[in-house]
């Protein structure tokens, strides 16, 4: 008997910026300079991010994205990887939060909390779908 080949797993492709439209391709790369301002910055606990931003009437732009990069490490028990601005591949990190914001931005409820559960731990649900749920109405609106 002759012994079977070995055969190497088929790795799956990256995804790649251009696997999403075309607006939230621009969404991905303002996500990436937050989290590159981010990065140096202090980290934010998450219930605290939330309450501020739940108080306030008129929130910037970026509000809810900076405080879930400064947050997502707490939200997802490890660092997440955002790629410089402009990068054509897209991180796992990235590739979720896309799909996330658009199942949100969708009103697909069952894909959005799908991709919470997947990732984040039950106490710290409500507030992530908060924060990504508030990303996607400020972007939308542009």
């Not at 790649?16 to 303002?30: I, K, P, T």
Request: aromatic share 8%; net charge negative.
């Amino acid at each position: 008997m002759t012994p079977l080949p070995l055969l190497e797993p088929i790795a799956p492709a990256s995804p790649e910026v251009e696997d999403f439209d075309h607006d939230w391709s621009n969404v991905l790369n303002a996500l990436r300079m937050i989290a590159l301002e981010c990065r140096v910055a202090a980290q934010t606990d998450l219930f605290e991010a939330c309450a501020l931003l739940s108080n306030r009437q008129q929130v910037a732009q970026d509000a809810h994205a900076r405080a879930l990069l400064k947050c997502l490490r707490e939200a997802i028990s490890n660092k997440p990887v955002f790629y410089r601005p402009g990068s054509r591949e897209v991180s796992f990190d990235e590739a979720w939060l896309m799909r996330a914001l658009t199942a949100a931005n969708a009103g697909d409820d069952d894909s959005f909390t799908f991709l919470l559960r997947s990732r984040v731990p039950k106490q710290h649900q409500r507030l992530v779908a908060f924060l990504i749920r508030g990303i996607s109405e400020q972007f939308s609106q542009v």
